[in-house]
């Protein structure tokens, strides 16, 4: 396992920029290795303050190996996630629990704090509901918008879907999505049981707190005209029902975040709501980022 220097691409332009933004790598990473197989990775810059951790930690020129058994990786993790916490090299602490999964088979091999997985460039999960209201034919006219709170860790005021969440440690996408939907959009879990499953896609991006190596599970949720989300829990701003043509250009543009707007593209390429050359087009450039539907089954850790 080598360290490769990832060169810095110019800055994504134009519509649809989410699409290249979620693959861009801009640092060098070296792998983290748990009983050999490469589970996430970790930013060259940050080799020198993981020196002091061994042996529990094995720090080489191209790779970060953790040596401990597994009974004892939580509890190792955890001290060494406090030591990092506390030189600013762990960003936006969250007190939750996150699995550490195998990438391939998505078995867990350890647990530790949500924040951390940043850091250590580990596989996280993601559930986003895309809320949309029909029009007279059937099809979907508007789309619900979220503009997160001002004062959120990250992404602050950034547009955002419905609503949106990380799964932590205990909880399916699903199981997320209908906490999520309570706690950001006071939306009852009768309600969200119509939510209908969509792509699920693949994240893997420098971000300001490391890496963001994640899957997003994306749902429909179809709404009826008079059932208007109401926040719950301090993290959304406001919500705007916009005219589909609307939200896809605010999706296109800047200002959503780029979990959002790649789920709403997928709920866009789904529907048919783009131009067939248009549509066309964004899916062959976004086909890259759709996990399988093999490695997508509903499998969680």
Request: aromatic letters at 6%; hydrophobic letters at 45%; charged letters at 20%.
């Amino acid at each position: 396992m080598t360290a490769r220097a990832m060169p810095a691409p110019a800055a994504p332009a134009g519509p649809w920029s989410s699409i290249e933004i979620a693959t861009r790598r801009e640092r060098v990473r070296v792998p983290f290795v748990i009983d050999g197989v490469a589970v996430g990775s970790v930013a060259a810059e940050h080799l020198d303050a993981l020196r002091p951790w061994a042996p529990g930690l094995r720090v080489e020129r191209d790779a970060v190996v953790l040596t401990v058994s597994a009974d004892r990786r939580d509890d190792t993790l955890a001290t060494l996630n406090a030591a990092l916490r506390e030189q600013g090299l762990i960003r936006a602490w969250r007190d939750e629990t996150y699995p550490l999964p195998h990438p391939a088979t998505l078995q867990v091999l350890a647990h530790f704090e949500r924040a951390a997985s940043r850091f250590w460039g580990t596989l996280t999960f993601g559930a986003h509901g895309t809320g949309w209201v029909a029009g007279a034919d059937g099809r979907p006219a508007a789309l619900w918008i979220a503009q997160r709170s001002f004062h959120k860790a990250t992404d602050p005021g950034a547009h955002d879907n419905l609503v949106g969440g990380g799964v932590p440690h205990g909880q399916t996408p699903w199981q997320t999505l209908v906490r999520e939907g309570w706690e950001e959009a006071g939306l009852t879990p009768e309600v969200m049981q119509r939510a209908r499953r969509g792509r699920v896609i693949r994240l893997q991006r420098d971000i300001a707190e490391g890496l963001q190596f994640e899957w997003i599970h994306a749902f429909d949720l179809q709404l009826q005209p008079d059932e208007i989300p109401v926040n719950q829990d301090g993290e959304v701003h406001a919500f705007t029902l916009h005219a589909a043509a609307d939200a896809l250009a605010i999706a296109a543009g800047s200002t959503m975040t780029a979990d959002a707007a790649l789920v709403t593209l997928d709920f866009a390429l789904r529907h048919g709501l783009l131009p067939a050359h248009e549509g066309e087009r964004l899916a062959a450039r976004a086909a890259g980022l759709w996990v399988a539907s093999a490695a997508s089954d509903g499998r969680m850790p």
